[in-house]
């Protein structure tokens, strides 16, 4: 009987483990672990450089649950609204009034999130990680 039990017990478990679907896995708080660039270096200093990233790691995010997000930047703290898209495991948010212009957050690559972003100075690719 106790063996029945087990054995129920952990097709149960991973039966809800399996079926969790990407977005319950993405509510948390999600803060910057590794900021790698690629930028023309005669038009960016290393002292430049480095204020980019550290500028880059001030910022993180706590998705709230499957639509809400909270954006913290500089102890300030914005709202917004995320959605998961299936086909590309892209995230996209926007701001209340503007849901017509999405921003892409990044690609989840489970267990992290990927951002690359393509400026005048170069390319910087953010990797974000679950506390």
Known sequence: MKKIFFVSLSIALFLMVSCSSPESKLIGTWKVKNVETNFDEQ?????MLNQVIEMQ????????????????????????????????????FFFKGMETSPTKLGVYLDPKIVSETNTPLGKITIFYGKE
Do not use: C
């Open 57 to 92: 790691k001030q910022t993180y995010f706590r998705i709230m649950n499957d639509s809400v997000m909270i954006i913290i930047s500089n102890d300030n703290s914005h709202e917004a609204k995320w959605v998961f898209n299936d086909e590309d495991s892209a995230i996209t």
């Open 43 to 47: 038009k960016v200093s290393p002292e």
